[in-house]
């Protein structure tokens, strides 16, 4: 008999961000980016996993249905004083878990390495936010933290629909509702859940995944109506998620859907994870701020991608900050290496790349003699 208990525990020992449970393979922890094998196990069975199964669904006839419908189930699991994120798929027609730890405790905004201009742009009244990166690039952290900033500071509602629901909010100066999307749980679906937002006199809604076209529309007519959207889209940078947001809609419709675009969207943040020199995991934000210029550019009958990028590199006075520009002010203070931050980068791009490290490390030099 598996003893899954114990593997959870060597987990949050080891302070593991995911767990892996794959037939024929011993539980593996990913530990700062790393896989590791589970000392005292061995390779799990056909068994194994179906034990695992039982123990996370425990009976529960509508995930059950849910499982044997779609061949997948996300939920929400707590052990102890540490919530899971688990996903429930199949490979060759056994279970396949993957479970990811949810610290209770929140980090702090500042530690994240998040700039500050996005917090302050939840200041927003109404209007559309997106916080974006691959998965494991930190979005829901980052949101999280947002989220709880808000909540501390601000007297608003505040509605999530999230699937599943991962840190879990307490009311402070804020009003907080959460709801978990899937069948048997708070909302069918992210676009129904939008839509009844509007009914719920909510000032800030947070989708924590806009992955289609209803989702897209329904956020666009929550921020139109009033209120301040913040959601996440898998896109890997700043321009790309305004690509991604147009091309959920059909040709004849792309012109009119980037006006609304060009006059809601208040801010993009897109975001990396990379392993730093001391092992610990550094941020790398870039962040556009949707001035008059990106607007316009947005409005264009074709989008160009490079010409975003240079908006975001050449408006750093509007709180825009670009990829390469936190690229290299990672190097410049030593937390990354010149490859690392080539690695993110297109090879047309690198001569900027180290054109800016230059000036950067020129204008620290300049600094530092003014204080001696």
């Not at 006839?61 to 899971?84: A, P, Q």
């Not at 109506?225 to 305004?242: D, F, M, N, R």
């Amino acid at each position: 008999m598996i003893d899954i208990e114990k593997i959870l525990n060597e987990a949050i020992k080891k302070d593991a961000s995911d767990v892996h449970l794959i037939v024929d393979n011993k539980p593996i922890l990913r530990i700062k980016r790393d896989l590791i094998e589970v000392d005292g196990f061995e390779a799990l069975t056909d068994e194994d996993m179906l034990e695992i199964y039982d123990y996370f669904v425990r009976g529960n006839l509508d995930k059950d249905k849910v499982f044997k419908e779609t061949k997948k189930l996300d939920m929400s699991y707590e052990f102890g004083d540490i919530r899971l994120r688990v996903n429930i798929s199949t490979s060759d027609e056994v279970p396949l878990v993957v479970l990811r730890l949810i610290k209770n405790k929140l980090p702090k905004y500042e530690d994240l390495g998040v700039p500050d201009i996005v917090r302050r742009m939840m200041n927003q009244t109404q209007g559309l936010i997106l916080v974006t990166g691959k998965t494991n690039s930190g979005k829901t952290t980052t949101l999280n933290a947002l989220i709880n900033d808000i909540n501390e500071k601000q007297n608003k509602k505040i509605l999530t629909l999230e699937n599943p629901v991962e840190y879990k909010h307490k009311s402070k100066k804020s009003i907080i509702v959460q709801k978990e999307i899937g069948v048997g749980r708070d909302c069918l679906d992210f676009s129904s859940g939008v839509k009844n937002s509007l009914r719920e006199d909510c000032d800030i809604l947070i989708i924590g995944e806009i992955r289609d076209k209803e989702t897209m529309e329904a956020a666009i007519e929550t921020a139109e109506a009033g209120h301040l959207v913040i959601g996440t889209l898998h896109t890997k940078s700043c321009a790309e998620t305004i690509d991604r947001m147009i091309n959920f809609y059909e040709v004849r419709d792309q012109q009119t859907i980037k006006y609304l675009i060009a006059s809601l969207l208040k801010l993009v943040v897109s975001q990396r994870l990379l392993k730093g020199k001391d092992d610990s995991l550094v941020l790398v934000p870039e962040v556009m701020v949707v001035d008059s210029i990106v607007a316009g550019m947005i409005r264009k009958e074709k989008l160009s991608v490079s010409e975003i990028e240079d908006a975001i590199q050449s408006s750093s006075d509007k709180g825009s900050i670009s990829l390469i520009n936190s690229l290299a002010q990672l190097f410049v203070e030593d937390r990354i290496t010149l490859d690392q931050a080539k690695s993110q980068i297109e090879e047309k791009n690198i001569e900027i790349l180290n054109r800016t490290i230059m000036q950067m490390k020129i204008k620290r030099d300049n600094e530092n003699k003014l204080k001696n």
